[in-house]
């Protein structure tokens, strides 16, 4: 979609600190971290948000938290890291794009605010 944010990060349209890419999927720096790890996980196919995902999507989803624990296995987050998707306005969610914070490198406490 050539209005949506993430989308022109995947084309490269909007320059963003990319950390790892696959046929599916890209991981890029949060411009706005909240902790001293603190990365987004995209699938470059444009989704919404969680509650627009498909049946066909289930793959796509699965291979993303795959990533997700591939990036903290690699990256030293042995002590804990947190993945969270925000999913409509009301928890938060600024970009439409589909996208999972992955957060690390602190505590965290629970339950989120
Ligand atoms: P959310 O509020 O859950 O939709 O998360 C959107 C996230 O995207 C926020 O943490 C922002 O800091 C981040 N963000 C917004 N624009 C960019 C950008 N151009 N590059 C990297 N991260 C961004
Ligand atoms: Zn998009």
């Excluded at 790890?37 to 699938?43: K, R």
């Excluded at 699965?62 to 690699?74: D, K, T, W």
């Excluded at 993945?83 to 992955?102: E, F, I």
Aim: charge should be neutral; include cysteine; charged fraction near 20%.
């Amino acid at each position: 979609m050539s209005d949506c944010l993430f989308c022109r990060i995947v084309s490269r349209q909007i320059p963003s600190q990319i950390v790892f890419e696959d046929d599916l999927a890209l991981v890029f720096q949060d411009l706005n971290p909240q902790a001293p790890t603190h990365v987004l996980i995209i699938p470059k196919k444009h989704i919404p948000s969680l509650a627009d995902a498909a049946e066909e999507d289930a793959a796509l989803l699965g291979h993303l938290q795959r990533v997700a624990g591939r990036f903290a296995r690699e990256h030293s987050l042995e002590k804990g890291f947190r993945v969270v998707t925000n999913s409509g306005r009301g928890a938060g969610q600024s970009v439409d794009h589909l996208h999972y914070h992955l957060l690390g490198g602190r505590a965290m406490t629970w339950p989120p605010g």
